[in-house]
C-alpha cells in the first residue's frame, strides 16, 4: 500500500511559478512509475507529466512542454513538478500518481493524492 500527498498549491500571478511536490510513504519510487494529472471544474481530469522509474526519460502534455518539468528525487521519496510561465487555464486541482505499467490514463493508474488546488489569475 503507497500514499501520496502532494503539497506547493496556491494562488500565483499568470507568468509566475510553483513547484509542486509529490511525498510518498515507503520506499515506492523505486518500484512505480510516476506523473502528475489535473482537473479543472467541469472538466475531465488530463495528463500533465510522467517520469520512468529510472529517471531517464520524460513525457509532457503538450499543453504544458516547455513550461514545466518533471523530477524526482527517490533518496527522498519525493517528486517535483516545477511550472513556470503559468496561465489561467492551468488553473486546477493537481493530482499525484503512480503505476506499475505505462498506461498514462486516469483509469490507468494504481494510486492517486489527494490533489492540491493551483489557481492562476489573469
Known amino acids: 500500500q503507497v500514499q501520496l500527498v502532494e503539497s506547493g498549491g496556491g494562488l500565483v500571478q499568470a507568468g509566475g511559478s510553483l513547484r509542486l511536490s509529490c511525498a510518498a510513504s515507503?520506499?515506492?519510487?523505486?518500484?512505480?512509475?510516476t506523473g502528475w494529472f489535473r482537473q479543472a471544474p467541469g472538466k475531465e481530469r488530463e495528463f500533465v507529466a510522467a517520469?520512468?522509474?529510472?529517471?531517464?526519460?520524460?513525457r509532457y502534455a503538450d499543453s504544458v512542454k516547455g513550461r514545466f518539468t518533471i523530477s524526482r528525487d527517490t533518496a527522498k521519496n519525493t517528486m517535483y513538478l516545477e511550472m513556470n510561465s503559468l496561465k489561467p487555464e492551468d488553473t486546477a486541482v493537481y493530482y499525484c500518481?503512480?503505476?506499475?505499467?505505462?498506461?498514462?490514463?486516469?483509469?490507468?493508474?494504481?494510486?492517486w493524492g489527494k490533489g492540491t488546488l493551483v489557481t492562476v489569475s489573469s
Open positions: 500518481a503512480a503505476t506499475y505499467g505505462y498506461n498514462w490514463n486516469p483509469s490507468g493508474m494504481d494510486y
Open positions: 515507503g520506499r515506492t519510487f523505486s518500484n512505480y512509475n
Open positions: 517520469i520512468w522509474r529510472s529517471g531517464g526519460s520524460t
